[in-house]
T-cell receptor, first 115, second 116 residues
Framework: DSGVTQTPKHLITATGQRVTLRCSPR?????VYWYQQSLDQGLQFLIQ???????AKGNILERFSAQQFPDLHSELNLSSLELGDSALYFC??????????????FGEGSWLTVV | GENVEQHPSTLSVQEGDSAVIKCTYS??????FPWYKQELGKRPQLIID?????GEKKDQRIAVTLNKTAKHFSLHITETQPEDSAVYFC???????????????FGKGTKLSVIP
């Protein structure tokens, strides 16, 4: 168990709909990262938040958005869903300050299927 | 930004043989190099990491080597077992440059199959 909690584990929804994926980082970790992994694909970095603020942005579509709340949990919002958005979405966290090292720990992922 | 190249994309070995996966990176300021193992449908799990002040690190059957001059690092798995079959990802991250600055750049992964 990495200590990173993601919900829901599985989600099936229709095209055009909107879903929210939730992530609780490891206790004490200030950074949260979101990654997308399609079938047989690598890990595509979407976005990073640090202590409530957006820190880095990767290949995140405009239809997707995220935020990190004061209690450090994060949500990834996916809207106007398309079939191609079907993927495994991982949240990861790290302590991300100078003396902590920079190890990133992944949650179990949220399987999204768009039908 | 950082670019990480990983080879090979697939690797099949006989049980008991060794497996080597190689990665190169582009940013000479990178100083942390983790390796993750991902079984089908599961989360990537950190299996070993190395920092730039170390040339080699071992953990039982797994070892990682780093050549900062050439900007490449490798994962070595000895005496492979069927349970080593998985996708392995290398990654690198830049040196600390302020709070929240750590981001990993991943290679595209190597699918390792260990044949009994």
């Amino acid at each position: 168990d990495s200590g990173v909690t993601q919900t829901p584990k599985h989600l099936i929804t229709a095209t055009g709909q909107r879903v929210t994926l939730r992530c609780s980082p490891r206790s004490g970790d200030l950074s949260v990262y979101w990654y997308q992994q399609s079938l047989d694909q690598g890990l595509q970095f979407l976005i990073q938040y640090y202590n409530g603020e957006e820190r880095a942005k990767g290949n995140i579509l405009e239809r997707f958005s995220a935020q990190q709340f004061p209690d450090l949990h994060s949500e990834l919002n996916l809207s106007s869903l398309e079939l191609g958005d079907s993927a495994l979405y991982f949240c990861a966290s790290s302590a991300s300050y100078r003396d902590s090292g920079n190890t990133i720990y992944f949650g179990e992922g949220s399987w999204l299927t768009v039908v | 930004g950082e670019n990480v190249e990983q080879h090979p994309s697939t690797l099949s070995v006989q049980e008991g043989d060794s497996a080597v996966i190689k990665c190169t990176y582009s940013d000479s300021a990178s100083n942390y190099f983790p390796w993750y193992k991902q079984e089908l449908g599961k989360r990537p799990q950190l299996i070993i990491d190395i920092r730039s002040n170390v040339g080699e690190k071992k953990d039982q059957r797994i070892a990682v080597t780093l050549n900062k001059t050439a900007k490449h690092f490798s994962l070595h798995i000895t005496e492979t077992q069927p349970e080593d079959s998985a996708v392995y990802f290398c990654a690198s991250t830049e040196a600390y440059s302020g709070a929240g600055s750590y981001q990993l750049t991943f290679g595209k992964g190597t699918k390792l199959s260990v044949i009994p």
